[in-house]
């Protein structure tokens, strides 16, 4: 791993001359991500992200936390206790130095020894699972890392939407997988990473997914194509 999207955090916090982020997907082109979008404050967060830091309580463990908006939030506005994790380097490094108190650089299914009360994946949250075939490494972890009253607040967005629709309203969708398993390429000043698998869930196949491995799963909200859940442990 290059580390691109840490590199782009890392500029934009040390003003290094930032350059906008560029990211695609199997099935969609090219597209600018600013990167000053993931140094957002509450104001600016969507609708989804801003409900699930509202209901983040206890000891709370940030996957995916990027540049640390949320995990900052939520440490000097809401006073938690969080735990800031991510595979980026530089981005972890950029979280300590924005204030997070705790910030970890390794890959969520490596990390242990710790149990938390409120486990947060933002941001299409159920990409960091790859695919369906390996959905339940994921949520069997997930279920290690929670108290017995904890929960998992994750959200995402079934894409459907983005396929081609014929008169009837019948889609066209490519055989040979499900159609949220896409390959997903970050691009930042010339250079570009290895594809990764991302998983985009509609709400049924992650529902159906997590009560397979032990969930409650509740849908805390919905926002056009995209969602909010919350689950807890059966």
Same mark, same amino acid.
């Given at each position: 791993?290059?580390?691109?999207?840490?590199?782009?955090?890392?500029?934009?916090?040390?003003?290094?001359?930032?350059? $906008?982020?560029?990211?695609?997907?199997?099935?969609?082109?090219?597209?600018?991500?600013?990167?000053?979008?993931?140094?957002?404050?509450?104001?600016?967060? !969507?609708?989804?992200?801003?409900?699930?830091?509202?209901?983040?309580? @206890?000891?709370?463990?940030?996957?995916?936390?990027?540049?640390?908006?949320?995990?900052?939030?939520?440490?000097?506005?809401?006073?938690?206790?969080?735990?800031?994790?991510?595979?980026?380097?530089?981005?972890?490094?950029?979280?300590?130095?924005? @204030?997070?108190?705790?910030?970890?650089?390794?890959?969520?299914?490596?990390?242990? @020894?710790?149990?938390?009360?409120?486990?947060?994946?933002?941001?299409?949250?159920?990409?960091?699972?790859?695919?369906?075939?390996?959905?339940?490494?994921?949520?069997?972890?997930?279920?290690? %890392?929670?108290? $017995?009253?904890?929960?998992?607040?994750?959200?995402?967005?079934?894409?459907?939407?983005?396929?081609?629709?014929?008169?009837?309203?019948?889609?066209?969708?490519?055989?040979?997988?499900?159609? @949220?398993?896409?390959?997903?390429?970050?691009?930042?000043?010339?250079?570009?990473?290895?594809?990764?698998?991302?998983?985009?869930? $509609?709400?049924?196949?992650?529902? !159906?997914?997590?009560?397979?491995?032990?969930?409650?799963?509740?849908?805390?909200?919905?926002?056009? $194509?995209?969602? %909010?859940?919350?689950?807890?442990?059966?």
């Amino acid at each position: 791993m290059k580390d691109l999207m840490g590199k782009a955090v890392w500029d934009y916090f040390r003003n290094e001359n930032p350059e $906008d982020l560029q990211t695609e997907t199997s099935i969609s082109e090219l597209d600018e991500l600013p990167v000053a979008y993931l140094f957002r404050d509450f104001e600016e967060m !969507n609708d989804i992200e801003q409900k699930a830091l509202e209901l983040a309580q @206890g000891k709370v463990l940030d996957i995916g936390a990027g540049a640390g908006s949320h995990a900052l939030y939520l440490q000097n506005e809401r006073n938690l206790d969080v735990l800031a994790l991510d595979i980026s380097p530089k981005s972890t490094e950029v979280c300590k130095l924005r @204030g997070i108190k705790k910030a970890v650089c390794e890959n969520m299914l490596d990390f242990s @020894g710790e149990t938390f009360d409120t486990v947060m994946l933002l941001m299409n949250g159920t990409g960091i699972f790859e695919s369906l075939e390996k959905i339940d490494i994921y949520l069997q972890k997930l279920y290690t %890392l929670i108290n $017995d009253n904890g929960q998992i607040l994750i959200d995402s967005t079934d894409i459907l939407y983005m396929f081609d629709r014929d008169e009837d309203g019948g889609v066209y969708i490519p055989a040979g997988g499900y159609y @949220g398993e896409l390959d997903y390429v970050v691009h930042y000043k010339g250079e570009s990473e290895d594809p990764v698998k991302w998983l985009y869930l $509609d709400f049924t196949t992650l529902k !159906n997914a997590a009560e397979n491995n032990g969930f409650k799963v509740e849908k805390i909200m919905q926002d056009e $194509d995209s969602y %909010l859940a919350k689950l807890t442990k059966k």
